[in-house]
């Protein structure tokens, strides 16, 4: 008793693999995407933060950062503060007084009576750690003195 193999087709069986190169060439493209356009989705305030000789700290990315811009701007998180609110808005942050605990970036050029007052309103509404935000200095960037 003797089987057939298709029935007069010879040798010629169904293909009955999937041909997967084109789902990987896909796959592939999206990945460079997401590589190349996930750093230009970090969005923040934009500063030129002074260097200073320091020991690396580690910052979480989940902390808030209090930003103060050259122009005297003050930020928390991303959110634009008005100065005379600023203490009212820490206070109110369930998250800063849940941590207490505040990272703060100011601009190089502000002015540094501006940047106190600021760090007086930060103590003033119950932060008990704060940090301050530099520019790392590397052999190529050493500060400068003026």
Same mark, same amino acid.
């Given at each position: 008793m003797g089987?057939?193999? =298709?029935? =007069? &087709? =010879? *040798? &010629?069986?169904?293909?009955? @693999?999937? *041909?997967v190169t084109p789902m990987v060439d896909v796959m592939l493209v999206l990945l460079i995407i997401f590589m190349v356009s996930a750093p230009m989705l970090t969005t923040g305030v934009d500063v030129?933060?002074? *260097?200073? &000789?320091a $020991?690396?700290? +580690?910052? *979480?990315? +989940?902390k808030l950062l209090l930003t103060v811009t050259e122009d +005297? /701007?003050?930020?928390?998180? @991303?959110?634009?503060? $008005?100065y005379d609110r600023l203490e009212s808005a820490i206070a109110s942050n369930a998250r800063i007084q849940q941590e207490k605990e505040l990272y703060v970036q100011a601009d190089e050029g502000v002015r540094y =009576?501006?940047?106190? /007052?600021v760090l007086a309103i930060v103590r003033r509404a119950g932060i008990e750690k704060l940090g301050l935000v530099t520019n790392?200095?590397?052999e190529g960037n050493a500060p400068t003195q003026e």
């Open positions: 089987m057939s193999s =298709g029935g =007069g &087709r =010879g *040798n &010629r069986a169904p293909l009955s @693999e999937i *041909n030129d933060l002074p *260097n200073a &000789r $020991p690396a700290m +580690e910052m *979480n990315q +989940e +005297e /701007k003050v930020y928390l998180g @991303e959110t634009l503060v $008005p =009576g501006f940047v106190v /007052k790392p200095v590397g």
